[in-house]
Nanobody, 123 residues
Framework: VQLQASGGGLVEAGGSLRLSCAAS????????MGWFRQAPGKERQFVAG????????VYADSVKGRFTISRDNAENTVYLQMNSLKPEDTAVYYC?????????????????WGQGTLVTVSS
């Protein structure tokens, strides 16, 4: 499975961005897609996850109500709509694909990772 993330950029606080993650290859082997982020000097953290079939979603508390994860099964693409962005959202955002929704918050549950896209939120 190959993942291509895009959509990052520079935005002012309060602004919005939409990230995309296009999946290709043996996507039928995956059951969940997730977004993680890593800020400079910090550990990678879970942001949001979505199941490919039922579309169940889960969010980190820090983004709940501001970010929305969605999927387009026909296009094998997952999106992360980010609204009301804050400077503390600045990070490299990674999309990932895994086999188990039950462990969606754990990065060790994901087998495939995209290259990352940088989101910078200015104050």
């Amino acid at each position: 499975v190959q993942l291509q993330a895009s959509g990052g950029g520079l935005v002012e606080a309060g602004g919005s961005l939409r990230l995309s993650c296009a999946a290709s290859g043996r996507t039928s082997s995956t059951r969940v897609m997730g977004w993680f982020r890593q800020a400079p000097g910090k550990e990678r953290q879970f942001v949001a996850g979505i199941g490919w079939t039922a579309g169940m979603t889960v969010y980190a508390d820090s983004v709940k109500g501001r970010f929305t994860i969605s999927r387009d099964n026909a296009e094998n693409t997952v999106y992360l709509q980010m609204n009301s962005l804050k400077p503390e959202d600045t990070a490299v955002y990674y999309c990932a694909a895994g086999a188990s929704f039950s462990r969606v918050r754990q990065d060790t549950a994901f087998n495939f990772w995209g290259q990352g896209t940088l989101v910078t939120v200015s104050s």
